[in-house]
Each structure stands twice: as C-alpha cells, then as structure tokens.
C-alpha cells in the first residue's frame, strides 16, 4: 500500500530585497570581517542588500574603516556627531530603510548575533510572520550581576506593563516592511525599542541561538547604561509605579489616622504621659524618606515629559557616507 503524499506548504511570500541595519561603536576590528560575511550570507536569500551602518560616535578609527570597505562594497554610513546610544542608531537606520525593502534586519557587528540565523528568520519571515527575533538560550557572555539584574527586570516589566516583552530577546531580528513602517510613525526621543518592537503588535515568532562570543574589542554596555535602559524602560511603558506610591500614601494616611485615634483615647483614658522622643524620630525619618522616594519616582517622570517637550531629536548625524557601488 503506497503512503499518503504529504503535502508541503510553499512559502507565501519570496524575499527579494533585504535592509540590514548595524549599529556600531568602536568596531574598527571587527568591520572589515564582519561587513564581507554579512553580505556573503544575505545575497543567498536576497537579490537586492542594501547595508545600513551607524557609526555612534565611535573614539577609534570606524569611519576611516568603513571608508575602505566602501571601495569594495555597496554600503551607506550614518556618522553620530556624537555617541547618542544604541537606541538612538537603531532609530536613525529604520528612518533610512527604502520603503520598497521586504524585510529589514537587526544585527550586531561584534559577530554575537549568528550570522548562521539569518536563514532560520527568512524562512519563518516567508510562511508569513511580520517579525522574527532572536531569543538567547544562555548569557554566560556578561557577569552573573547582571544576568540577575536582567532577570529581575524582566519579571518586574512583565508585572506592570500591557505588553508582553520576551525576555533575553534582543535587537536580533527580522522586521517585515510594515513593522518598519509603524515604528517610524513613533516620533518618542526616550527610546526602549524592545518595548516598541512589542507594542507596535503584529504576527511574531522567535528563534533560539546561542550567542557566540566577541571576536575583538570590549562591550561598552555596562552596568549604568542597563540601568538606564530599564528606567527607560519602566517608564516608557507603565505608569504603576506613580499609581503604587499613591496607593503607600493612602495606606500611611490612613494608619497615621488610626495612630492619632489611638493617642487620643489613650489620653482620655490613662492621662499624658511623657512624650516619646524615640517615636516621633522615627516617625519623621520614615515619612520623610518616603516622601523623598516618591518625589524620585515622580520626578523620573516628569524629566521623562521634559525631554519630550523640548522636541530635540534623538540623534544629529554628521556625515553620511555611500560608497560608489551604491550611487
């Protein structure tokens, strides 16, 4: 007995033209490895590749580095006047994606990202989904401080936020035409792209990898620009925190109500006594840090309106760089 054909799903949608965008900062090591295997490994899903570098503001000689690859490859460079940060780079190169790009990838140049998963990402892109991310199956790659601190703020973000963030999902990934588009129409200076990756919607799905290790140079993400990131973070997506003190201060309200009863009866009852130094310093000190905490809180917010209201843009590029391939 012959068995059933089993019938074989063909993809809905060929991938003709393909947008990489890579931040980069201080990478003059690993750029002239990078840009050639990137460009080797997408012309085998693509006709069309069109290379997006931003250069923020980096110390060592990237520019210069980037000058020479674009004698021999098709690539524009984006030059920051200044570091204004990886949320920033990730901005300025969705803003330069040609709207007639199928799909645009997000990838880093410290050879971190598998170059290997971009195959996987095409592929899931072609059965239909907008938007194909990177998920780490481990990050043995940073300090176990802050792999916790990561794993605390996801749960944390996880708890006071709508949206539903991945965790260990990074900028890795693949984003289809009309996610490029919806994160465009996003004109916010204070940037968390995860939480805008998640909140623009759309079908997703994700790819595990391990990431490979660093081949030259140092990360410049330490432990004050992560927490930076997750304020940012925090506050870009969830107002629970100003609703949680005003919550404490009801509660605080409400027993120091119920104190003041207590001393009322108590005198009516037994009398003054001799007042309690003790009590009222450690009353005035827990109140007073509370009020100091919450006006912190409440502050994060208000510098977050603040730099909104200013309308400064999130990046100024100084030069923009296109090889000859490219004109």
Not at 12 to 30: G, K, S
Not at 98 to 117: E, K, N, R, Y
Not at 195 to 216: C, D, H, M, N
Request: charge should be neutral.
């Amino acid at each position: 007995m012959d068995r059933p054909e089993i019938a074989i799903t063909p993809p809905i949608r060929t991938l003709q033209h393909l947008t990489c965008i890579v931040p980069v900062y201080n990478e003059a090591e690993n750029l002239p490895q990078f840009i050639p295997q990137l460009i080797t490994e997408c012309k085998k899903f693509a006709q069309k590749i069109d290379v997006i570098v931003i250069d923020d503001g980096s110390s060592d000689n990237t520019v210069q580095v980037l000058k020479e690859l674009q004698k021999e490859y098709a690539l524009t460079a984006l030059i920051f006047s200044r570091n204004f940060g990886k949320e920033a780079a990730l901005t300025a190169g969705l803003s330069r994606v040609d709207p007639q790009s199928d799909a645009t990838l997000l990838l880093d140049a410290d050879f971190q990202h598998p170059l290997a998963c971009i195959g996987s990402f095409v592929e899931q892109w072609q059965q239909g989904y907008e938007m194909v991310y990177g998920v780490r199956l481990h990050r043995k790659d940073r300090p176990i401080m802050l792999r916790m601190l990561s794993t605390f703020f996801y749960k944390l973000i996880d708890r006071i936020t709508p949206i539903e963030i991945p965790h260990d999902a990074g900028d890795f990934r693949l984003l289809d035409r009309d996610v490029v588009l919806a994160l465009n129409q996003l004109t916010e200076r204070e940037r968390f792209m995860k939480g805008l990756y998640a909140w623009v919607g759309f079908s997703k799905t994700a790819i595990a990898y391990v990431p490979e290790e660093r081949q030259q140079g140092q990360s410049s993400w330490g432990l004050k620009k992560l927490i930076d990131l997750a304020i940012t973070g925090i506050t870009s997506f969830s107002n629970l925190p100003l609703r949680m003190w005003s919550v404490i201060g009801a509660v605080i309200s409400t027993l120091s109500l119920l104190y003041a009863l207590m001393i009322v009866l108590d005198t009516l009852i037994y009398g003054v006594d001799l007042p309690g130094y003790a009590t009222i310093t450690v009353a005035i000190t827990f109140l007073g840090g509370i009020q100091l905490l919450s006006i912190g809180i409440l502050g994060e917010y208000i510098a977050r309106i603040f730099t909104e209201v200013k309308q400064r843009p999130p990046y100024i590029i100084s030069r923009v760089l296109t090889s000859e391939q490219s004109k």
